[in-house]
């Protein structure tokens, strides 16, 4: 018997229109996953019905996508140890990047069966305390959690806002050609979840050149969400409407501060999930074929330099 969560029926609705989900289907669909994966001795992965439903879900019921999702989640994760490994929340420097808010799920979205939306502030971390792996990994906590327990964000995708309020040259600086190889290959290739738009307000001088650099590594269609509004915030409520946003943004929704102080809990109770997730990967040593390590992955060495910045 299937242990998924059960859905609400306006997912329940788009999930088998936009999906390909048919409930009759799921569980010897989840079956055949487990089945390659038992055969497949180079990925050492989570096999719960909760977990691999999210990939058959993020490539519409295509079992040969899915695998091949699967084995490219562990493969980039097993390949950027800097943001994938020691992830222990109570660890002193994780706990305070949790508690800036950096990176923060809304609460509401904008209907029954909408995409969860992600406000991404770059600007409220310090450069010269923190670098941007760091910041990266904790926001890679954020996205685990929500792959096992948001069906807005697993069925019906996800819209981010980035604001760029208060970044500066400093923060500009550590995001180097390889390490925005890296994070676009660990969201697009390496992730089951879809990206439906993506919105950057507060944008600053320099903007365009590292925009142009991220672009380069998108797909078509995901170039093709993107939205910039400057510090136009009527323009953005064009796209998402004010009752979903903090108060901070002119919205009518939850204060940042309430945000990011459920999230802190909740990362908190998900302690030993990340430990746990230490030992899962790949091992390239076992693959048939070619190795998928740092350098074929992203065409680049791979421990990458940091700028320094006086």
């Not at 993107?226 to 939850?254: A, C, F, T, W």
């Not at 802190?264 to 693959?287: N, P």
């Not at 074929?296 to 791979?302: H, I, P």
Request: aromatic fraction near 10%; proline fraction near 5%.
């Amino acid at each position: 018997m299937v242990n998924l969560r059960p859905v609400s029926q306006a997912l329940h609705e788009k999930a088998k229109r936009e999906l390909n989900e048919r409930p009759e289907r799921i569980e010897e669909d989840l079956a055949a996953l487990r089945q390659w994966l038992a055969r497949t001795p180079h990925i050492r992965a989570r096999i719960d019905d909760q977990f691999l439903v999210t990939f058959l879900r993020g490539c519409k019921y295509s079992l040969e996508r899915a695998k091949e999702k699967i084995d490219m989640f562990y493969s980039v994760r097993t390949a950027i140890p800097e943001l994938m490994r020691n992830r222990d929340p109570e660890a002193a420097r994780i706990r305070a990047i949790i508690r800036l808010g950096v990176g923060l799920p809304l609460p509401q979205t904008d209907g029954p069966d909408a995409p969860r939306i992600m406000l991404i502030r770059p600007g409220v971390y310090d450069p010269k305390q923190y670098n941007i792996e760091e910041v990266i990994k904790v926001s890679t906590m954020f996205n685990d959690i929500m792959m096992l327990e948001d069906d807005h964000m697993v069925i019906a995708g996800q819209i981010g806002i980035l604001d760029l309020a208060n970044v500066s040259t400093s923060h500009f600086l550590q995001f180097t050609p390889t390490f925005v190889k890296k994070m676009t290959m660990m969201s697009q290739e390496g992730s089951p979840l879809r990206q439906k738009g993506f919105h950057y307000i507060n944008t600053p001088s320099g903007f365009e050149t590292v925009f142009n650099m991220f672009k380069t590594f998108m797909s078509e269609k995901n170039r093709s969400r993107l939205y910039v509004h400057g510090s136009n915030l009527e323009s953005l409520y064009q796209h998402i409407p004010k009752r979903l946003l903090p108060k901070e943004y002119g919205g009518e929704g939850d204060s940042l501060k309430d945000i990011t102080a459920a999230w802190e809990k909740k990362i908190l109770s998900y302690r030993e999930y990340f430990i746990e997730e230490d030992q899962y990967g790949t091992d390239e040593r076992k693959r048939v074929g070619r190795a998928k390590t740092a350098e074929s992955l992203f065409g680049m060495e791979g421990s990458f330099r940091k700028l320094e910045v006086d």
